[in-house]
């Protein structure tokens, strides 16, 4: 740069050296030199943002990688080679153990401790729980959200403000009566008692939907009901199908939240039959050898419960990423 | 289109209607057939909410005034349950290590969190960036603390290899009181930060642009327009993110749980683990149950208490 303005400098002394020429001049100078750290500013500021996105990109993924290399490892070399980047000796044993494929003797002989392991059953129970939870809550938490949006009835509003405090409520506050009441119906290790408090309604998707059913405009339904479409088949013929972006946001919301669920599947379904991913996997995490855990396997148990969920993110990543910044859904 | 929704609880209806006598005369009478298509509509969820939220609710209360193993009957104690949680000191613990937590988490979790969200306002298309970034977001804690009980491993983690790579020592980071909760803190921010970022992605997009430029035609430096019309201007998004994170982290269960279990020495032995003990380990339903009663208490105030000094839901641009 410094080159540059030199030479220019000499341009202008071997030229005509009369002062209007000369002003005009350096006024352009000025601008050249204004217009050039303009320009090295911006070019600094988009390598620190590029340099930022690489760091964040490499810090978010680093850990899935890990968690797919070790997975196709073979045991002993997950401690003998810890340090190789690619798997140090592939193997698809892990799925096949954690997957209950082999029998116990034949895990020991792919690296494993010999512990059963049933993830298979898991998977299954993880995606009955949540098919079923998603599919009622996300349902009847709709209707509701209607009526609360649209329709007059009485003591609305001070029902209303009944599920907005609800919203408050921690958690563990309601999985201990709920665990109670759930033995005392001899619900548990059922997928009824597992399903039961989330299938009917969560405050937050009622409260979720009911204001994106107040924010869209009313015109349409109106018109339908005053063709004589009644209340219910205008919200099923027009609302519902109108709304199914934030249905859908909803939906995939209501799924992970499902999905990931530890403490009250742990609480209510610890039993193998009815076990989903995160039991078995925290499960699978205590009874490990301290010392010497079974890393291939945890980590191939993992990625069961990580590629639906990539999947489904795949599909409809980007209506999540922009809906859930404006929605503030959590 | 969150500054359409109407934060209200009277939401459309009578927002819409033209006139104030009509406003009335629809508010004293319920149309019938109305009035029954919304019974339909709300009755399933309204079993829902009696059975496993309303009435749990108060069963709670009542249970935290007994002693309760789920075997015998229910015997009545009084307060004696939160005069015991009163001076067990491992409650004390739990609550101190709460707070800790909270400490080491939320303010770099929304410090990291804006400046990925200033990031991505950088980038003309970040789709694709904020897809990714979220992405832990979606995962199982569980998941999220096994990863990581990996990648800190001291024999295996890469986490540690790099270190000693770097001529460093080892660290036993989830192995050692001093450092397994900044630890677990550690894990936590890497799974949310790209969530709070995209809150705040938000929250940028709606300042508008003419703010900027006025700014910057007066002089402004982009450290003064940032902390002139940026930050206070995120006030609803930055109250939004704070109270529900501080909600959250006085919640957390899994990670602990899959990761130290309340250890080393009880330095991980948050609150949810404390009453996950005693409820579900022990069946002492009733202390467990007042102890729940108490991190209730604590997060309703903390919202209050938030709200009124930082007047947060308010915002300059109305």
Redesign the interface.
Known sequence: MSEQRHSSDKEHRAGTGQSPGNSYERTMLEAETKLRTIRAERIRRRLITAMGIGVLLFVTLVPFYWMVRTALTFPPEIFRNPRSILPPQWTLGNFMRVLGMVSAEEAVALGGTGQALGFFRSLWNSIIVTATITVGQVFFSACAAYAFARLRFPFRDGLFSLYVAALMIPMMVLVIPNFALIHELGWLNTYRGIVAPFFFMTPLAVFFMRQFFVSINKELEESAYLDGAGRLKTAFRIVFPMSMPAILTATIIVATTTWNEYLWMLVVGRDRAVRVLTVALGIFRQQTPQGAPDWGGLMAGTMLAVVPITIVFLLLGKHVVNSIGHTGFR | ??S???ST?????RR?STGKATVVR?ERR??G???R??????I??????T???????L??VY?SLTDWD?LTDPEFLGVQNYVRLFEDRFFWNSLRVTVMYVIYNIPIQTVIGL??AL?MN??KNS?A????????W??????VG??????L?P????VN?TLEALGLDRIQFLMLPQTALPSIAGINI?RHM??VA??F??GL?TIPNHLYEAARIDGASAAQSFGKITLPLLRPVMT?VVV?SV??S??I??TV??TT?GGPMRSTEVM?WF??EH??RRFN?GY??AA??V??VI??GF?FAYMKITRGSESHLG
Do not use: C, H
């Not at chain 2, 609880?9 to 209806?13: L, R, V």
């Not at chain 2, 979606?138 to 998941?143: A, D, E, K, L, Y």
């Open positions: 289109m969150a359409q929704v109407p609880a009277d939401g459309g209806q819409n629809k319920y149309k057939e109305e009035v298509a919304a019974l339909y509509l709300i399933p969820s309204l079993i829902g909410f059975v496993f939220f309303f009435y749990p609710a069963r709670n249970m789920m400046g990925i990031l950088q980038l789709t960036f904020r897809g990714i970034i979220l992405l832990p979606f995962i199982p804690n569980v998941v096994l990863f990581w009980l990996m990648l491993n024999l295996v983690g890469p290899l890497w790209g969530y995209l809150l992605f938000a997009q939004f529900t909600i959250g006085f919640q269960f899994d749980a899959v279990e949810i009453i996950f409820a579900f339903m467990g149950a729940t009663m991190l209730f997060l309703v919202t």
